[in-house]
């Protein structure tokens, strides 16, 4: 065997180097490198089993590839697998395509695992292996009896990280679709490092892509996200597979978002939402009626926005209080919403609406726990506040989408008519939108809604409150 190697590598960005580095050059970070062997052992195969080609001695001994003119290509698009659920279809952009390779983040106890063994447990035309290296069989097989449909004959489970093993348990299973929870618990023996240093991650991603590629089996990787937010790992872990999701929500709330970060079969601006329940995850079909089932119409501080969640649209809850400051100095909170948009909305209330807000505290809340960054809510936002201000509330069948400038001017948002289709579904009878939708809006073809079209804030509040 060769001597083995040593490099260090930064575990925030993957960057390496040959010796030790306090400030990573890369990402700036400070003390992240680690020292990681990775001369990899030669390791003798069986004919017959399916192996990555780094597991050969001497490299892929198949045939070289060479160029071919671009006329030449023929391209034959493969059939999606559609799956039972109709918001991972939404968001995978028709389903999954074989041979792809998909990446789903989330922090712990989102519900990662849950999404993944029921959508298992539902495809039952496939042969699936589910390999887990996080939960015993025992623990696979208790979530399995709290979903609605617990059984699938097809379904193997493995409880096994070295992916020798499972590419062994591959030949004899031959699955049509494959998932990895989670891929930082996986560890190759080509590589001496530990389960989830970026040698490992590197290694086994590199070694499941292979595989899928070469057998056109898709595969579901689950990936642990760090402090931050982002999936952990080096980033090299995103660019190498096909689609990277992220699952989000707070695990205190029933809700659930499925948001597409990347995707190289369809388009990143669709997300799927869920509903956490006793026996799984339920599809939301249509979030907005759920977001304002609870809404009370007799209560001030309460206004409906019309925002838009990738290419959905969703008409939301936003919920201000507005009180006298107890301490010295006024507390600016958001809930769902950007804190320091919400500071500059405030600043235009005060200058261009004449309103003394410096003495008030303000508590800013998006009902159902999302989290939204649409400035379509500018206008629902300064509407909420006014009215917890006033004690005034605002009628029940009215909504508001427009973007609010710093001089108060009310400016226009995309896709207008998708709102105004989605809050006439849903029962309003008046929209505030800015006159620049309004002169390009014209008649808006089947509703019944009365389009308030305006130029200004205050013309917003005076229609709202006189």
Known sequence: ?????????????????????????????????????????TVATTTGQWKPASTVPGGNTTKAAKSRPLADIRHEEEPRIITPDAELNRVLGGGLVPGSIVLIGGEPGIGKSTLMLQITLMMKQLRILYVSGEESEAQIKMRAERLADGQHPGCYILTETNTQNIFRQIDQVEPNLLVIDSIQTMHSTLV?????????????????????????????????ITKDGSIAGPKILEHMVDTVLQFEGDRHLSYRILRTIKNRFGSTSELGIYEMQGTGLRQVSNPSEILLSQRAESLSGMAIGATLEGNRPLLVEVQALVTPATYGTPQRSATGFDAKRLQMLLAVLEKRAGLRLGQHDVFLNIAG??????????????????SS???????????LAA?????????????????????????????????????????????????????????????LFG
């Not at 290694?203 to 898709?218: I, N």
């Not at 201000?389 to 909504?399: H, M, R």
Request: aromatic letters at 6%.
């Open 403 to 463: 973007e609010v400038g710093l001089s108060g001017e009310m400016r226009a948002v995309p896709r207008l008519d998708q709102r105004l289709a989605e809050a006439e579904k849903l029962g309003f009878k008046e929209m505030y939108v800015s006159q620049f939708n309004g002169r390009n809006l014209g008649e808006h073809s089947g509703t019944n809604m009365r389009v308030q079209a305006v130029g200004r804030l205050d013309e917003v509040l005076n229609g």
């Open 1 to 41: 065997m060769a001597k083995a190697r040593t490099v260090y590598f930064c575990q925030s960005c993957g960057a390496q180097s040959a010796k030790w580095i306090g400030r990573c050059p890369s990402c700036g970070e400070w003390n992240t490198y680690v020292e990681e062997v990775i001369q990899k052992e």
């Open 389 to 399: 201000l006033n004690d005034l509330p605002i009628p029940g069948d009215v909504c």
């Open 369 to 386: 726990g999302l989290r939204l960054d649409d400035p379509a809510l500018d206008a629902a936002v300064c509407a909420a506040v006014v």
């Open 192 to 224: 001496e490092s530990g389960a989830g240093s970026v040698s490992q991650v590197r290694e086994c991603t590199a070694e499941f892509l292979k595989f899928a590629k070469e057998t056109g089996t898709p595969v579901l990787l689950i990936g642990h």
